[in-house]
């Protein structure tokens, strides 16, 4: 009887140890950065990229007000291997602690990849694309200057208007558009302008080419006796276009 009782609570161990061991693989909460060491901690490379072979995973999520997750999207075409690593680990979540902008707005966007390769994972860093044209200056300088060939001879006094633009894989300006305006004809005049920009140096993911999305304000300022136009507060607003919901 005794050694029934003790085979009896033998399996029970056996059965309630694997439940106890999935409940330890639920993110327990915390920022981002904790989110992605907690990630980073558990994924393993695939034998596939131990050698020169490598890969980006990138995973998007969004969260509602009280930081409990809402949606989540990942790269295109993934890695099923990855895939099956990654699924079960976000499954179930504790809310994340969000963020707040420099203007007040509450972050609630997630956004992270991670190389695979070499037998070994890294977090992928991310490199802005940059507008770096010699002899021309910053883009900011090059808008302004652009705009003062044409500015002086139309009355757009004081003008401002703020415009949405992508630099893609290949550095091109493309998808420009106005998100606010005072001026119909000023706003033409610079999303031509925008049109007509220098090839900038593509934004990088995981050293791969990704497109960028840019904010800009552009302002017509009028000193005492001259024109002049400020482009300013240049903000990077996304990630790949392939991690955008």
Not at 132 to 142: I, L, R
Request: hydrophobic share 40%; glycine share 6%; proline share 6%.
């Amino acid at each position: 009887m005794k050694k029934i009782i003790s085979a009896l609570a033998f399996a029970i161990l056996l059965i309630s140890f694997p439940a106890a061991h999935a409940q330890s693989d639920i993110f327990p909460g915390g920022t981002k950065e904790d989110l992605e060491i907690w990630l980073l901690d558990r994924l393993v490379c695939p034998e596939r990229y131990s050698a020169g072979d490598s890969t980006l995973f990138v995973i998007n999520m969004k969260f509602d007000d009280q930081g409990n997750r809402l949606a989540i999207k990942y790269s295109t075409d993934p890695d099923n291997l990855i895939l099956d690593q990654v699924e079960p680990l976000l499954r179930e979540m504790k809310p994340l602690d969000l963020e707040v902008s420099s203007r007040g707005q509450v972050i609630k966007t997630f956004k992270v990849g991670y190389v695979f390769g070499g037998g070994k994972v890294e977090v992928a860093g991310f490199k802005i694309a940059e507008f770096n044209v010699p002899k021309v200056g910053s883009f900011s300088e090059w808008v302004i200057n652009e705009i003062k060939t044409v500015a002086p001879r139309m009355k757009m006094d004081g003008s401002r208007v703020v415009v949405k633009f992508t630099v893609d894989t290949s550095g091109k300006v493309a998808n420009i558009a106005v998100l606010e305006s005072d001026n119909q004809r000023f706003s033409e005049l610079v999303v031509d302008v925008l049109g007509n920009s220098p090839l900038w140096e593509p934004a990088l993911f995981g050293g791969r080419p990704v497109d960028c999305v840019f904010t800009v304000p552009v302002t017509l300022r009028v000193p005492e006796n001259s024109q002049s136009s400020s482009a300013s507060g240049m903000k990077p607003r996304t990630f790949p276009s392939n991690s955008r919901f």
